[in-house]
């Protein structure tokens, strides 16, 4: 088992940067692929960014990429979610998930995550 805790989330203003955190516990994360999705109110929850364990690939949404970054510490069994620019439309529950199959591909869709976080907040105003 694995237990995800993210942090990080705010209300800010357009323009403005956060960095989201997912703490883990449990197990190791170094052979988890783990990504960051969120869900706004009323819509589905989507990939925003994912990195694979096996050959440490990367991946972004397509409306983050360049604004986005992930990164994991594996010595701090933490991963971490650099935002800046933050437009209007970022506002949603971020959640951090881990899956354990090995891949060189990212995996963007929510039944290849076996255990997710409790998500954390954020807000963007104009």
């Known amino acids: 088992q694995v237990q995800l805790v993210e942090s990080g989330g705010g209300l800010v203003q357009a323009g403005a940067s956060l960095r989201l955190s997912c703490a883990a516990s449990?197990?190791?994360?170094?052979?988890?692929?783990m990504a960051w999705f969120r869900q706004a109110p009323g819509k589905e929850r989507q990939f925003v960014a994912g990195?694979?364990?096996?050959?440490?690939?990367?991946d972004y949404a397509d409306s983050v990429k360049g604004r986005f970054a992930i990164t994991r510490d594996n010595a701090q069994n933490t991963v971490y979610l650099q935002m800046n620019s933050l437009i209007p439309e970022d506002t949603a529950v971020y959640y951090c998930a881990a899956g354990g199959r090995a891949t060189s591909r990212v995996h963007t869709t929510t039944d290849q995550y076996d255990y997710w976080g409790q998500g954390t907040q954020v807000a963007v105003s104009s």
């Open positions: 449990g197990r190791a994360i170094s052979r988890y692929n």
């Open positions: 990195n694979t364990w096996l050959i440490s690939n990367i």
